[in-house]
């Protein structure tokens, strides 16, 4: 591939927010795996129309007063942790549950205004912080660039929030395993795979071009 980096290294998550049950069957049958909603009572409401084989990842806004619906079934992966109330509110719904939930960091790498997440510099403390929560698994980062007409404008996002995994990969913190990169989307996603995504988020270009599916 174009970035020169294994396949199985990249995952897919189809984003099918807004897509109607029937077309998501669709793209299940085609070979989507990873499911990903932002939305929590969309995501519950198509969450029991399909079995194991599917992974449910949000990947939105999350209002700490949705993450008992939320968590009432499995949720492989949230990607949008971006503050210290929604963190405790998930580590203390996980723990009531008895479970370990997965989650990302979501950084706003370009300082937009409107946009969420934690700003570069405030990352190491919160991780250090979230990380030692015994209801919550930090796993990695995710950012979503600004949207632009040109990919290439995202790259810098991109390789900035690859900089700040390797940095808080090398902190030394106790219980954070920094795996995954998420970020990418259909305009964008060739160049975050190349700055060293693990899973970009793809809705458009799978449920209105109709791209084969893998990975
Ligand atoms: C909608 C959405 C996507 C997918 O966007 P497309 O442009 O449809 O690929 C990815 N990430 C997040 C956070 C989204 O809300």
Do not use: C
């Not at 190491?124 to 930090?138: D, I, N, S």
């Not at 796993?139 to 700040?164: C, K, N, Q, S």
């Not at 390797?166 to 990418?184: K, W």
Request: charged share 25%; net charge positive.
């Amino acid at each position: 591939m174009r970035a020169g980096r294994d396949p199985a290294a990249v995952r897919l998550v189809a984003v099918s927010k807004g897509r109607p049950p029937g077309r998501v069957a669709e793209a299940v049958r085609a070979g989507a795996t990873r499911l990903g909603e932002n939305r929590v009572q969309e995501l519950v409401s198509k969450r029991p129309l399909f079995g194991p084989e599917v992974e449910w990842h949000f990947i939105g806004r999350l209002q700490t007063n949705k993450v008992r619906p939320l968590l009432a079934g499995p949720v492989a992966l949230i990607h949008s942790l971006d503050r210290p109330a929604l963190a405790e509110a998930l580590d203390r719904e996980a723990r009531r549950l008895g479970r370990v939930q997965p989650v990302l960091v979501q950084v706003n790498v370009s300082g937009e205004t409107t946009k969420a997440g934690l700003a570069p510099g405030e990352l190491l403390p919160f991780l250090r912080w979230a990380a030692a929560l015994g209801g919550l698994r930090v796993l990695g980062l995710m950012t979503i660039a600004p949207p632009v007409a040109d990919p290439e404008a995202a790259r810098p996002h991109f390789r900035r929030l690859a900089e700040l995994r390797e940095e808080a990969a090398g902190a030394g913190i106790p219980g954070l395993r920094m795996e995954h990169l998420s970020m990418g989307m259909s305009g964008d996603y060739p160049v975050a795979v190349e700055e060293g995504a693990t899973l970009v988020r793809v809705g458009a270009a799978i449920f209105e071009e109709g791209e084969p599916l893998g990975g």
